[in-house]
Antibody, heavy 120, light 107 residues
């Protein structure tokens, strides 16, 4: 059974960089059939797609976040990561990682999410 | 970017009822539309992909339809576990976008 687990600091200071990692277990990240993505959800609000990455390194980013976001992949560790720079209170959210089925482009497996607070 | 708009934002219904949620795209997205269910404190769960294909393991009470710019998610014979928030997601563009969600509550 595929599992995804987010990890990283739960508290980030304003103007600093948010860094999260998603560890994939029960399957390989090195498959042409999948992309791997980050989605966030501010408390009490809806879902916002942040970006996706293929194990080859191909990425797609949300237009509104593109200037601040970098997603990378480490196939040796079966992990992919999110970095978001210059965070503000508006970036406080539950951050999910998920698997995207390439072609159909739906998210079929999700992590449990990790809460990130932005505060000094 | 493609904007997705769901209606209604919230909906009250009773066990046994049937309900329909609508999702509209700002441009034609063919059948590239997915539906998710999210319960409090849980990650979203895929229900329907490609507008009308039922994800494996999902109850046949759920069905999806539509193409172009207007899509619907229908739940027949509501069960207690169906009260949750539902999101649509367009997969036509690789700049994926979600609807704002529809909260289905117990009447």
């Amino acid at each position: 059974q595929l599992q995804l687990q987010e990890s990283g600091p739960g508290l980030v200071k304003p103007s600093e960089t948010l860094s999260l990692t998603c560890t994939v277990s029960g399957g390989s990240i090195r498959s042409s059939s999948y992309y791997w993505g980050w989605i966030r959800q501010p408390p009490g609000k809806g879902l916002e797609w942040i970006g996706t990455i293929h194990y080859s390194g191909s990425t797609h980013y949300n237009t509104s976040l593109k200037s601040r976001v970098t997603i990378s992949v480490d196939t040796s560790k079966n992990q992919f990561s999110l970095k978001m720079s210059s965070v503000t209170a508006a970036d406080a959210a539950l951050y999910y990682c998920a698997r995207l089925i390439s072609g159909w482009n739906y998210f079929d497996y999700w992590g449990q999410g990790t809460l990130v607070t932005v505060s000094s | 970017d493609i904007q997705m708009t769901q209606s209604p934002s919230s909906l009250s219904a009773s066990v046994g009822d049937s309900v329909t949620i609508t999702c509209r795209a700002s441009q034609s997205i063919s059948s590239s539309l997915n539906w998710y269910q999210q319960k409090p404190g849980k990650a979203p769960n895929l229900l329907i992909y490609a507008a009308s294909s039922l994800q494996s393991g999902v109850s046949s009470r759920f069905s999806g339809s539509g193409s172009g710019t207007v899509f619907t998610l229908t739940i027949i014979g509501l069960q207690p576990e169906d009260f949750a928030t539902y999101y649509c997601q367009q997969s036509y563009s690789t700049l994926y976008t979600f609807g704002q969600g529809t909260k289905l509550e117990v009447k």
